[in-house]
């Protein structure tokens, strides 16, 4: 079955250490989207991709980073600089034109 | 930076009655207007999507009415059902940007009491 899978479903790090959340989609969709998603605050775009090697920063950046090496993955990594990393991240792909989205089911990072 | 409004924040119904759940943007033009469902532990699943051409669009139980002079549309679920208790986000696409990236709302817990 196509989706995308997120991995791993919960995450605990230890403060100040960088972690890389993985998402995979076999939709062979050309867009790609990190959310989060905080209580009572909806969905905040990190970054997104709409091609391989090209990708944009959202509405939060600051403290994360992101690779488009291949069209099915595009990984966020949450650095040290990231003053609150523990939140529901959220990974997400679209085939342009369209504009539908497919979520995969998220990864729960908590950071102590 | 464009927003999409949502309310209420929270929305409690009785089985079989009427949820509705309503969003506002601003001034500017989308041409895309989804809503969807998430449960707890999972990611949004799309549930019924409108363009700016129709203003309502049925699908079983679940229907989008907008109003594109107000700039405001809404999800009314009929019948509602415990099943249908979840978190309810509207978003939005402008027309002016590239891509599908959508702008969402801060979501509505509807809860539905059996």
């Known amino acids: 079955d196509g989706g995308i899978t997120q991995s791993p479903k919960y995450l605990f790090r230890k403060e100040g250490q960088n972690v890389t959340l993985s998402c995979e989609q076999n939709?062979?969709?050309?867009?790609m989207y990190w959310y989060r998603q905080d209580p009572g605050q909806g969905l905040r775009l990190i970054y997104y991709s709409q091609i391989v090697n090209d990708f944009q920063k959202g509405d939060i950046a600051e403290g994360y980073s992101v690779s488009r090496e291949k069209k099915e993955s595009f990984p966020l990594t949450v650095t040290s600089a990231q003053k609150n990393p523990t939140a529901f991240y959220l990974c997400?792909?679209?085939?342009?034109?369209?504009?539908?989205?497919?979520f995969g089911s998220g990864t729960r990072l908590t950071v102590v | 930076q464009q927003q999409v409004k949502q309310s209420p924040q929270s929305l409690i119904v009785q089985k079989g009655g009427i949820s509705i759940i309503n969003c506002a943007y601003e001034n500017t033009a989308f041409d895309y207007f989804p809503w969807y469902q998430q449960f707890p532990g999972k990611g949004p699943a799309l549930l019924i999507a409108i363009r700016p051409d129709v203003s309502e669009k049925k699908e079983g139980r679940f229907t989008i009415s907008f109003n594109k002079s107000a700039k405001q549309f809404s999800l009314h679920i009929m019948d509602s059902q415990p099943g249908d208790s979840a978190t309810y986000f509207c978003a939005a696409r402008p027309q002016e940007t590239s891509g599908s990236r959508l702008t969402f709302g801060e979501g509505t817990q509807l809860t539905v009491n059996p």
């Open positions: 997400a792909s679209s085939r342009y034109p369209d504009y539908g989205y497919t």
């Open positions: 939709l062979n969709h050309d867009a």
